[in-house]
């Protein structure tokens, strides 16, 4: 009897334990909540390489913004793929064939994690099971230092490359893995990351300094989705976004009159689009706010979660940053010199 009973047992475990692979393959588990403690360095479980003594390194990134990381600190040793393009919104990416052949072929594969990428999680794991390493460039980044908001599922918020300062650990990140999988060539990645951050911090500089130009009462920005906390956290603005921490909800309408409501009550002149997401939420709220007797203008195109097109300033990870704080700069002051 017991041992039938055990019998039983073992097979309800085996079936239980078989179904969560099948929901980890189907990509429905969350990456990272927030009561884990800080993640590993994402350099430490990398070994070398041997297959890269004759050939270059091949690398796979998911946001354009890791993919310029790669491009900096990898210089001509590296040979960069990013999936998502120029207006991609990585919250709803999902993998196509090419890009699952492309993961398979990286030497290493870079992500931001945080379930950014929520769509990819499930490939990315399997990913990691087939030996193709697959590294969140938030990993080993102290926990204590990341937004987790109550209403993101436990989860922190993934947008930190809009803190420059955080950015700079995901290129060390980036710079330490990359020395580790390919040693032979760790003074060029040295050398690299260490210009590149130099240019960070002044543009972490630049930054500070324009948003001091705002008078603080005139510091609310207002977006499409919630991905401007580290900025507003960083360089000292209220922030608030239609839709939250990811957009895989929807915003309702409920969503858009609390909004409308708030920007009337605060007499907030601007109001900015995102690359990366239908302009006709924002559009709504400006019409629900006009309802109620304020004008409320668009304060112009920001980059939030996708880079602009190669080639531009915008498609660079500096330019988008810079653009994105002129853009803001310049709709709250001119709202403010209307004012006065
Ligand atoms: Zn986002």
Not at 93 to 112: G, H, M, P, R, T
Not at 282 to 311: C, K, R, T, W, Y
Request: proline residues 4%.
């Amino acid at each position: 009897m017991i041992k039938q009973s055990g019998a039983r047992l073992w097979n309800i475990a085996f079936i239980a334990s078989l179904l969560l692979v099948i929901l980890a393959a189907c990509g429905t588990t969350t990456d990272t909540p927030a009561a884990e403690p800080n993640a590993q360095p994402a350099a430490a479980a990398i070994q070398p390489s041997p297959d890269l003594a004759n050939r270059n390194i091949r690398v796979v990134a998911t946001v354009g913004m890791i993919t310029d990381i790669v491009q900096q600190v990898g210089g001509d040793r590296a040979e960069v793929e990013g999936l998502m393009g120029p207006g991609v919104d990585p919250h709803l990416y999902k993998a196509s064939e090419s890009d699952v052949s492309k993961l398979q072929q990286a030497d290493i594969i870079f992500y931001n994690g945080l379930h950014l990428e929520a769509g990819l999680s499930g490939v990315l794991e399997r990913m990691n099971d087939l030996g193709n390493t697959a590294v969140a460039v938030t990993d080993g980044i102290d926990r204590s230092v990341l937004l987790a908001p109550p209403d993101f599922e436990g989860a922190y918020d993934p947008h930190i490359w809009f803190d420059v300062t955080l950015w700079m650990q995901a290129v060390e990140n980036v710079r330490d893995t990359l020395s580790a999988l390919d040693p032979g060539s760790a003074d060029l990645y040295q050398a690299n990351a260490a210009a590149y951050l130099q240019e960070l911090e002044a543009l972490h500089t630049y930054v500070q300094e324009q948003a001091a130009t705002v008078p603080e009462e005139q510091r609310v920005l207002i977006t499409a989705h919630d991905a401007f906390n580290y900025f507003g956290r960083a360089y000292g603005f209220e922030v608030r976004g239609l839709q939250g921490i990811s957009t895989e909800t929807e915003a309702s309408t409920a969503d858009v009159q609390d909004l409308a409501d708030f920007i009337a009550e605060r007499q907030i002149q601007a109001i900015f689009i995102e690359s990366s997401i239908p302009v006709r939420n924002v559009e709504a709220v400006q019409s629900a706010v006009q309802a109620q007797g304020h004008n409320v203008q668009i304060g112009g195109e920001l980059f939030s979660d996708a880079m602009g097109e190669p080639g531009t300033i915008e498609g660079t990870y500096i330019g988008m940053v810079r653009h994105n704080i002129d853009t803001i700069v310049g709709a709250m002051t001119s709202t403010t010199a209307q004012q006065r």
